[in-house]
């Protein structure tokens, strides 16, 4: 069975910054593409950030330049630096990964539980 566990949401003030963590584990043989959405109350879920194995990321328009993923491949684990929180960032955010797993013969896209994220003004 394969789990992914995050951490490092709260509460945080308008210019603050924010670390999230989300790690993989259980029956893994390998990770391909892992990354971050969001969702707001009322809205539908959008993408954030994602990373590949090999490192190259991508962005949301609305963080660029903000926001900074990365991943520890030795660890499973992938990150979100969070800084220049706005009140619009507000919002669940959930981790995702494409995982294939041991007797498995493609990837299967697993989600994290969600960490609330919460920036006043």
């Known amino acids: 069975q394969v789990q992914l566990v995050e951490s490092g949401g709260g509460l945080v003030q308008a210019g603050g910054s924010l670390r999230l963590s989300c790690a993989a584990s259980?029956?893994?043989?390998?990770?391909?593409?892992m990354g971050w959405y969001r969702q707001a109350p009322g809205k539908q879920r959008e993408l954030v950030a994602t990373?590949?194995?090999?490192?190259?990321?991508g962005y949301a328009d609305s963080v660029k330049g903000r926001f900074t993923i990365s991943r520890d491949n030795a660890k499973r684990a992938v990150y979100l630096q969070m800084n220049s929180l706005k009140p619009e960032d507000t919002a669940v955010y959930y981790c995702?990964?494409?995982?294939?797993?041991?007797?498995?013969?493609?990837?299967?896209?697993?989600w994290g539980q969600g960490t609330q994220v919460t920036v006043s003004s």
């Open positions: 995702n990964a494409d995982i294939k797993y041991y007797g498995g013969s493609y990837y299967v896209a697993y």
């Open positions: 259980g029956s893994i043989l390998t990770i391909n593409t």
């Open positions: 990373i590949t194995s090999r490192g190259i990321t």
